[in-house]
């Protein structure tokens, strides 16, 4: 039986309560009010020499011809300095304009010969749209806090759903080396419950709009008469409106719990059994988990993920999603096993179970990088605009993010593990872990912060605070399930076998 | 090599013959070859063969074939006729290079198992026409004949393999052998 190291439970406990400090502190410093955000903009603006002044004067100095390019920006736009780009074509102009307008929709083109009213509604016009971007950049800094909570959540919540996933797909591929890590991946799932409960109530928030971060569910949105009807998100409302969704999740949510909690029963009432009935039961639940699993997680993935960039889609994104979630549950696998096996407690475990599970790390490690590039590879070679405004955003705005997620997702993996002799030796292999698990939250938060904050992204205090607390969270809750059971079944069929592993 | 005999003990039973290769190597007998009709798992390491470097040769190998995707499709895309084809940008060679992934992951595949493939055989000195090298056609069948060299020791080293559950000891004289 392991118990619970009293160093490792206060160490939790520090992380939940810095973790929170961090998260409150991420809401408390995000502007409440639009004239926070036009003074954030004003500092913003000292620094970079003068956007709208110098623009202004441009104006009152009158020109010949303006050409206005004035681009709709829907929610998930983000432009470096303005959303919208204007060009001067005077002599006068000399203030280079960002005029890198990111996903736009349409441009609207106008021509208009210089008047002395039309210094007016160029004036006029300029101001909407300053109010226009003042409004948006206050949804972004309104949504980071959130978002950064959103992504720690989903990646805890996902993390163990990888493990859950390769839990039963060991029982029911009748693995007979994997058997003596069993109470592991129990134990880590034991977060699930838990991270589902939290993950299940942000959800319900945005459905209160207490939160912006799916754009779907602003108001009007698929009403004509409102100004913030959108056509597309309309056409899709059949599928993305909240009741649905909401319903959705919890299905899914309630099917896999229920799936891990009876799967852990009866694992302990085999323990106590004659005969295998229990692991027969198992054996037959974990097949149809896993068929309503790889429904549900590709459902999973374009509600929860793909649904911030509403007008956007891909196809392989679910399995997309899965690669990463996955080779992150076996990465924590291997390092719960380590650190158990590391204070003595895991006595049959060997250095073959460590270095099969290595394979798994680096297996999977390349079956997301096949993933990653097909999807981008398709996208960036057809260039078709409606579709690559999600990569264009994501390698000009998140440029360090999308190269390094690659790059710790498959590069560094891809050297380090394919040495057989490296794949046992528990620092190189933790190293590999920790790189592989970073990369996979920078994914995470690749998928979901251009969606909703944008050009606003950082990460800092809340996006920070958030991992720590749900790491601290996930370490408390699965080091006390460990203690719940003995660590090794007694009765598998194959747990014999599996002492023995030797590869 | 002093003596031009061998000893062929033949078993018929892996794990015989492992306990066989065990005491063997105890009793610091030179053992020449084990010939068996398939793969015995552990036999290597139970005579102490030094293990294979193929993997290495196969790692390098994928680097020569990246190495060489990569200078073939730079040097005609970008340097030598840079084209404009559909818009691909052709400027430089980490612009178009999405579109030359899946020639560079061939070409690195493509060359890490043929030239790992060839080293083996050439390691191996497998080739057509080969003669074969069997000194007793059963070892392809069900039996399998551990070949030990003869110093001046014959009659100890028969009893020896005797005891060790050999279906059948031989004392074999070779030719001089070119290996």
Not at chain 2, 57 to 71: D, E, H, P
Request: charged fraction near 15%.
């Amino acid at each position: 039986m392991y118990t619970f190291s009293s160093k490792l439970k206060t160490f939790s406990f520090v992380l939940m309560i810095v973790g929170i400090l961090g998260i409150g502190y991420g809401f408390l410093t995000a502007p409440k009010t639009i004239q926070d955000v036009e003074a954030i903009l004003k500092a913003e603006e000292a620094h970079h020499e003068g956007g709208h002044e110098a623009a202004a004067t441009h104006e009152a100095a009158g020109a010949e011809s303006h050409e206005t390019v004035a681009a709709t920006h829907e929610e998930t736009a983000k432009t470096a300095e303005h959303s919208t780009a204007v060009e001067h074509e005077e002599a006068v102009a000399e203030t280079t304009h960002d005029t890198i307008a990111k996903d736009t929709v349409a441009a609207v083109t106008v021509a208009e010969p210089a008047h002395a009213e039309h210094a007016e509604n160029k004036a006029e016009a300029h101001a909407d749209e300053h109010a226009e971007h003042v409004e948006h950049v206050f949804h972004q800094l309104q949504n980071k806090p959130w978002a950064a909570l959103y992504v720690a959540c989903i990646f805890f919540l996902l993390i163990t759903m990888g493990v859950l996933a390769f839990y039963a797909i060991q029982q029911v591929a009748q693995a007979g080396w994997s058997p003596v890590l069993f109470r592991v991946m129990q134990g880590i799932t034991a977060y699930l419950p838990v991270i589902s409960v939290v993950f299940f109530a942000i959800l319900l928030l945005s459905g209160f709009h207490i939160h912006h971060l799916f754009v779907w569910m602003k108001e009007g949105v698929t009403d004509p008469t409102s100004p913030n009807y959108d056509e597309i998100i309309a056409g899709k409302s059949g599928y993305l409106n909240f009741a649905f969704w909401i319903s959705r999740a919890a299905i899914f949510l309630l099917g896999w719990n229920v799936y891990r909690y009876l799967s852990r029963k009866n694992c302990l009432a085999q323990d106590e059994a004659n005969d295998d009935v229990f692991y027969k039961k198992n054996f037959k639940m974990s097949a149809a988990f896993l068929v309503f699993f790889i429904v549900s997680e590709s459902i999973m993935a374009w509600d929860w993920i793909m649904s911030i960039d509403a007008h956007w889609f891909s196809t392989l994104f679910g399995w997309y999603v899965f690669a990463s979630f996955f080779v992150s549950g076996i990465t924590v696998i291997q390092l719960v096993t380590i650190y158990l096996k590391s204070k003595g407690y895991l006595e049959n475990v060997n250095s073959s179970h460590i270095h099969d599970l290595s394979k798994f790390m680096f297996g999977i490690s390349v079956f997301w990088t096949y993933l990653w590039f097909s999807q981008f590879m398709l996208i960036w070679y057809a260039n078709i605009p409606e579709e690559v405004t999600y990569f264009k955003t994501r390698i000009e705005v998140f440029t360090v993010p999308f190269w390094g997620a690659f790059f710790m997702n498959f590069v560094f993996p891809i050297l380090l593990l394919i040495n057989s002799d490296f794949k046992r030796i528990y620092w190189i292999v933790v190293m590999g872990g920790i790189v592989i698990l970073v990369g996979h939250y920078v994914d995470f938060f690749n998928m979901i912060m251009p969606g909703t904050v944008g050009d606003r992204w950082f990460i800092g205090v809340p996006e920070i605070s958030a991992l720590l607390f749900f790491f601290g969270l996930f370490i408390y809750v699965v080091f006390n399930a460990l203690t719940k059971a003995p660590l090794v079944p007694k009765r598998n069929p194959f747990i014999e076998e599996s002492k023995h592993f030797h590869y | 090599m002093s003596s031009n005999k061998v000893i062929h003990a033949i078993y018929n039973d892996d794990d015989v013959l492992m306990d066989a290769v065990h005491k063997t190597r105890a009793a610091h007998h030179h053992i020449e070859e084990v010939f068996t009709p398939f793969p015995v798992h552990g036999l290597d390491k139970a005579m102490g063969l030094a293990p294979t470097r193929l993997a290495i040769c196969a790692f390098i190998y994928g680097c020569i074939g990246l190495s060489v995707a990569t200078t073939m499709l730079n040097y005609i895309m970008i340097q030598d006729w840079p084209q404009d084809i559909g818009g691909k940008p052709s400027f430089a060679f980490y612009q178009n290079m999405p579109a030359f992934v899946p020639v560079m992951f061939e070409m690195t595949v493509f060359h890490a198992a043929h030239l790992m493939v060839i080293t083996f055989y050439m390691r191996s000195r497998l080739w057509p026409f080969k003669k074969a090298e069997n000194p007793d056609v059963r070892t392809t069948d069900d039996h399998f004949l551990m070949e030990v060299s003869v110093k001046d020791n014959e009659d100890e080293l028969v009893k020896f393999f005797k005891s060790t559950g050999a279906v059948e000891v031989k004392v074999v004289e070779v030719e001089n052998d070119k290996h």
